[in-house]
């Protein structure tokens, strides 16, 4: 038998939801009425850019080594797959075979991927190419 939903049953989301556009308009209004009292001094020191102290050297469009961005690729692609275990461990007692067999088809996939690119030499940071 269905459960019957009813508007009831939604109130605290819907409390959850106006708390947090409230917090972020107050935010947002508090900020702006500080802002917009003071009086600002536009100064050559303060319009430069600032980055974690260290003073600025050059230009800041020299091209980047593809280490950098190889490494952060594989970081994003492996981070996001170990997301999908979570659903699946969550709900591990409910599954029976076929969901098993399914986790082992993802892993199997996922380690393919991992030696594939051990194999290329993508994780061995002196064989990759500038």
């Not at 591990?92 to 051990?118: H, V």
């Amino acid at each position: 038998m269905e459960k019957a939903y009813f508007a009831s049953d939604y109130q605290p989301i819907l409390v959850q939801i106006l708390v947090a556009l409230s917090f972020v308009v107050i935010t947002m209004v508090v900020t702006h009425l500080i802002v917009s009292t003071r009086k600002r001094v536009r100064t050559l020191k303060k319009e430069e850019n600032f980055e974690c102290g260290i003073e600025i050297k050059g230009n800041a469009r020299f091209p980047f080594s593809i280490k950098y961005f190889l490494v952060a690729i594989l970081f994003v692609l492996f981070d996001v797959e170990v997301i999908f275990f979570y659903p699946w461990a969550v709900n591990f007692t409910e599954t029976d075979w076929s969901g098993l067999l399914t986790m082992f088809l993802f892993i199997a996939i996922f380690l393919f991927g991992f030696f594939y690119i051990y194999k290329k030499g993508a994780l061995d940071w002196n064989k990759i190419q500038e």
